[in-house]
């Protein structure tokens, strides 16, 4: 028979009795049936059940006791739920085992709809949110961005991430991966970049649908099988003199940043983002740090007499640490499009020229040179007249070692061996131009002056 009244729940308070031990421990007021209303030294009251399973005593929580039943369970609460736990218990299941696995089930449900809210959109832009911390420029999260804007959002965007499959996958690369194989093999990573980032927060489950090997490689061709990769225009390097020559008659910040870039064979972002407290005229050495190298490791430029003159030509009567050698100001960078505007208007055609005539500066293809394309130029340079050897022009390019091993042990930057390759291609860049290569630029200069 029940032995507890709301009375007594109410009024239950602990002894204060220590036990033998001299400790104070809980104490309990039975009710029948193996519930017990549990009182703690410092007044707390909670309901608890106990059982026998399998010969085995266990203890099962009700909840915290309150007799109006509002913050916790009343003595008719405490009662009903004990009873549930005895049918749960006749039925042949443990009621603590079964609580746990209803909680566990509404725990999943509760996770499995908040990932429902979650499109693959959203995980998109999550993944570039803690992938660009560790990005050496802040272009690449947005060109992240826009290829999935173009290719993959259409079609996976707005659909929950938990939701993408294979077929998914599959309907955003058919269509481009035989038209631009280099982009689409970059998509590819990058889906399988946020398919991972989502099933690591918890937004989806089991393999990942955009994985290559042993997945999409079954149903799509090696995608440099595909069609040959077009690298960036490259000037031929014999040419390089009479485009240098061509470049010197242009002013300018753009031209002026475009001149180092090719003289160091630095990549544009490095140039753009140079500051004073980072070059040593005296020394004829530009550091650049680590955070802004692609490779996050400091480089270190060796400056030939060419290059320190056009920091010479550019450098300011009290040049701060901090300010920008080729900037729009002190503090703010020119743009990479600055510098690919002096390469285009270079290659501007004057009034009543062939429309279907190569450019000016093009590559072996006709296609119009950009200003990455420089590095290609000093790359094959440097390969087909330098002694120096591949090391030596790799190190130059700031182009990490890919083997693992000989990167442990190939810690040498190989400074004093650049310093006169750098020295000889400022010379090659310098070189007058024949009287062919003279004409052209002449009359490259009075195009743009006709074109104003």
């Known amino acids: 028979m029940p032995k507890l009244t709301v009375a007594v729940v109410r009024a239950a308070k602990h002894s204060g009795k220590p036990t033998s031990t001299g400790k104070l421990r809980p104490e309990r007021l039975p009710d029948g049936g193996g519930l017990a209303l549990q009182v703690t030294p410092d007044g707390a009251k909670s309901w608890i059940l106990r059982y026998t399973r399998s010969s085995k005593a266990r203890e099962m929580g009700l909840g915290p006791c309150d007799p109006d039943g509002r913050r916790g369970l009343s003595l008719a609460d405490a009662r009903d739920a004990a009873e549930a736990a005895r049918r749960t218990l006749r039925a042949g299941a443990d009621p603590i085992e079964a609580r746990e696995a209803e909680r566990a089930a509404r725990q999943r449900a509760e996770a499995e709809a908040k990932a429902a809210a979650v499109t693959f959109r959203d995980a998109a832009r999550a993944t570039v949110d803690a992938k660009q911390g560790g990005w050496s420029s802040p272009k690449h999260a947005a060109q992240w961005l826009a290829t999935l804007e173009q290719h993959a959002h259409p079609i996976l965007g ?204 093009c590559d072996q293809e006709g296609r119009a040179v950009v200003p990455h394309g420089f590095r290609s130029t000093f790359r094959d340079w440097a390969g087909e007249i330098r002694p120096e050897g591949r090391e030596v022009v790799e190190r130059a390019l700031a182009h990490s070692v890919r083997d693992k091993v000989e990167a442990a042990y190939a810690r040498s930057d190989l400074l004093e061996k650049r310093r006169p390759l750098m020295e000889a291609w400022g010379e090659w860049a310098g070189r007058p131009a024949g009287g062919g290569e003279l004409r052209s630029i002449v009359a490259a200069r009075a195009r743009r002056q006709a074109l104003g």
């Open 158 to 361: 707005d659909m929950p991430v938990s939701d993408v499959g294979t077929p998914h996958v599959l309907q955003v690369l058919r269509p481009i991966w035989s038209q631009i194989p280099e982009t689409a093999s970059r998509l590819r990573q990058r889906i399988e970049a946020i398919l991972d980032l989502a099933r690591v927060r918890g937004w989806r489950a089991g393999d990942n649908p955009a994985r290559w090997r042993g997945l999409l490689s079954e149903e799509l061709p090696p995608p440099r099988r595909v069609k040959r990769v077009q690298h960036r225009p490259a000037l031929p390097w014999q040419r390089l003199p009479a485009f240098m020559a061509a470049l010197a008659q242009v002013e300018g910040q753009g031209a002026a940043a475009l001149r180092f870039a090719i003289l160091t064979a630095a990549r544009t972002g490095e140039v753009r983002g140079a500051t004073w407290g980072e070059v040593d005229l005296d020394a004829a050495l530009w550091i650049v740090p680590g955070a802004r190298m692609k490779g996050r490791r400091t480089h270190r430029v060796p400056l030939s007499a060419a290059a320190v003159d056009v920091l010479r030509a550019a450098r300011p009567a009290d040049p701060k640490r901090a300010d920008l050698i080729f900037g729009a100001t002190a503090t703010r960078a020119i743009s990479d499009m600055t510098l690919s505007a002096v390469v285009r208007r270079m290659n501007e055609p004057g009034p009543g020229a062939d429309p279907d005539a190569p450019p000016e500066w």
